[in-house]
């Protein structure tokens, strides 16, 4: 029988016990709380991407194979060589070719022209990946039309 206790209390112990568990809350029924959503359809405009992070900025726009990087870096340090690549629609990757690629430095703005493969069309793009030196910096996003 004390056996039988001692288990008892273990068992409390490992479950936390009589304490209650938490109640779920309710979104507020009160004008401007809780989740906003919208109808609006967004455009985008084909072939153009832009990524903003960290005080850097950089668009790229692509027109048939070929595109232009322009970035403008403010972020306090050096970015390396820049590239690209992209994850199509059909999921390949797709590396993007810098012509004459350089580093650009703080406080500076600097633009490059990409040639992507023939595959890859405004239409196939699935993701855009910004790379500086050779490291990630990450996805750009479509642009929105204004």
Do not use: H
Not at 82 to 108: F, Q
Not at 126 to 143: E, I, S
């Amino acid at each position: 029988m004390a056996s039988l206790f001692v288990l008892a209390l273990l068992v409390a112990a490992c479950t936390g016990g009589g304490e209650p568990s938490p109640t779920p809350t309710t979104a507020s029924s009160e004008p401007g709380s809780g989740v906003v959503t919208s109808s609006e359809d967004v455009t985008y405009v084909p072939g153009a991407f832009e990524y903003r992070f960290n005080n850097i900025t950089a668009t790229f726009t692509l027109e048939g194979s070929t595109g232009t990087l322009s970035v403008k870096n403010a972020s306090g340090a050096e970015l390396g060589d820049p590239g690209l690549y992209v994850l199509g629609i059909d999921d390949k990757r797709y590396e993007g070719t810098v012509a004459s690629p350089l580093t650009t430095p703080d406080g500076s703005e600097s633009e490059f022209e990409v040639t992507l493969p023939a595959k890859v069309t405004s239409e196939s793009i699935g993701l855009l990946v910004l790379l500086f030196g050779g490291k990630n910096y990450g996805a750009m996003a479509p642009t929105p039309q204004a």
